[in-house]
């Protein structure tokens, strides 16, 4: 007997033939005349050109005449809630800060508790509010500039900044009110100067 003889039947089923199938095996002969026309080259597998799968620019289906980036209205949102928990986190943690240096010779107890509570809840409200306030002024002056003037810049942002500074601090009178402006302007300067860096050194900014 030739135990040399290819084995058919359940040998050749595999686990397959558990099923009530087996599936059907080839020889590297019978595969060598197989054309591979439009295969991929990093598998035999995929049947896909891999070259599809990398795109040069960013593909977006946007509404007829809509923008591909994100205008100052739809960021307000964004601003003004980060800027609110920004504050709160900031506040929570100084009040726990002065909590802890004005408590300090007390021993640990309830009322030294309460205390530092209601310091850390104080600041974070504070900081919040002011944080937040100056937020909501800085996005509602740059919505209206931006569709005053039919484009968005860093113009716009150098603007916005300074009116902002200028209309928190006017309760302050005018020497006030020129302090906040310059704070606002050079608050937003820097932040233009930031965003524009890449520009500046003439070279590309980074997409990622």
């Known amino acids: 007997m030739d135990n040399n003889a290819p084995k ?21 002969s019978e595969l ?11 598998s035999p597998y995929l049947n896909v050109d891999p070259r599809f ?25 964004f601003t003004i809630g980060g800027s609110c928990i920004t504050g709160a986190t900031f506040g929570a943690l100084n009040g726990l800060r002065m909590g802890l240096v004005e408590t300090r ?38 919505v209206v500039i931006e569709k005053a003037r039919g484009a968005e810049d860093d113009l716009n942002t150098v603007a916005a900044g300074t009116l902002t500074g200028m209309l928190y601090k006017s309760t302050g009178g005018l020497r006030g009110a020129a302090r906040g402006g310059l704070a606002g302007l050079a608050m937003s300067g820097l932040y233009a100067l930031y965003n524009n860096w890449d520009h500046l050194r003439g070279s590309t900014p980074s997409r990622y």
Do not use: C, H
């Open 8 to 28: 058919t039947g359940a040998s050749r089923g595999g686990f397959g033939s558990l099923f009530g199938g087996s599936s059907p095996e080839y020889s590297n």
């Open 105 to 142: 010779d007390m021993a640990w107890s309830k009322p030294r508790n309460v205390q530092i509570l209601n310091l850390v809840t104080r600041q974070g409200a504070m900081w919040a509010n002011t944080l937040g306030s100056l937020a909501l002024l800085y996005s509602a002056f740059g």
């Open 32 to 42: 060598a005349g197989v054309p591979l026309t439009g295969m991929s080259p990093l």
């Open 53 to 77: 799968l990398t795109q040069d620019s960013d593909e977006f289906i946007l509404p007829t005449g809509a923008s591909n980036t994100r205008g100052r209205f739809e960021l307000a949102f």
